[in-house]
């Protein structure tokens, strides 16, 4: 009888355990999965600006052809070089995958291909934040060049610009140098610029749907609403 006791509280607490387990495991999978809804909010948002800042660049780029002594070229030309320092990243909310890899989380994922497709997930937004170091470093210098160029003061100047932020008609914004190598440098870092924001968008654009493909994943797995 005493043998039977122990038995059946040894199975009773593993029965525990078990239900215990199979509760974390799901609310690790459905914080996860709000979390995975909020990395394609921010895909979609970093998507959107960045192509329109491609766009600004690549008319940035055609004005190289362009007479830069033409008030609305140089007009123009201050205009999309403001795209060239701005820039949108992807920022992945990671706050259940830390959990996962800091407390050990990863052992109560038992349901078949959910723990690998979860880190692999995790290993494609490295891939993003690897162009994303591209991105930056390209975006900075081609602001940098630009600073060798364009006087940005102009945007105090009532000589030049209204208080709305419209130009003066009819007048000429100044450049801060006219030296044809410094403007080479500026246009240079521009294609480079626009070429690494492409090479973001395309690798933002490459991982959206697997987030989305793994929401829907693990909502089936799981059966979450």
Not at 7 to 13: C, K, L, P, Y
Request: overall charge negative; glycine content about 4%; proline content about 2%.
């Amino acid at each position: 009888m005493i043998f039977l006791a122990v038995t059946m509280g040894f199975i009773a607490e593993n029965v525990r355990e078990m239900i215990s387990d199979h509760e974390k495991e799901r609310h690790y999978v459905e914080s996860l999965v709000n979390n995975l809804k909020d990395d394609t909010a921010s895909f979609a948002g970093a998507i959107a600006y960045n192509v329109a800042k491609e766009d600004s660049l690549e008319k940035l780029i055609l004005l190289s052809r362009k007479n830069l002594r033409d008030t609305a070229i140089r007009k123009a030309l201050y205009h999309y070089v403001s795209w060239a320092s701005h820039y949108s990243v992807f920022r992945s909310n990671d706050a259940t995958m830390m959990q996962l890899k800091n407390s050990d989380g990863f052992r109560y994922i038992r349901r078949d291909h959910v723990a690998d497709s979860i880190a692999n997930y995790d290993n494609e937004v490295k891939i993003i934040y690897s162009a994303e170091e591209l991105y930056m470093k390209a975006s900075e210098e081609a602001a940098g060049a630009a600073e060798e160029v364009l006087n940005y003061t102009v945007g105090m100047d009532s000589t030049y610009m209204k208080h709305d932020g419209q130009w003066n008609s009819g007048v000429m914004p100044p450049l801060l140098s006219i030296d044809p190598q410094k403007e080479y440098m500026m246009y240079n870092k521009m294609y480079v610029n626009w070429g690494y924001t492409g090479n973001y968008i395309k690798n933002m654009r490459q991982r959206l749907p697997i987030a989305v493909r793994l929401i829907a994943f693990l909502k089936e797995k799981y059966d979450i609403e």
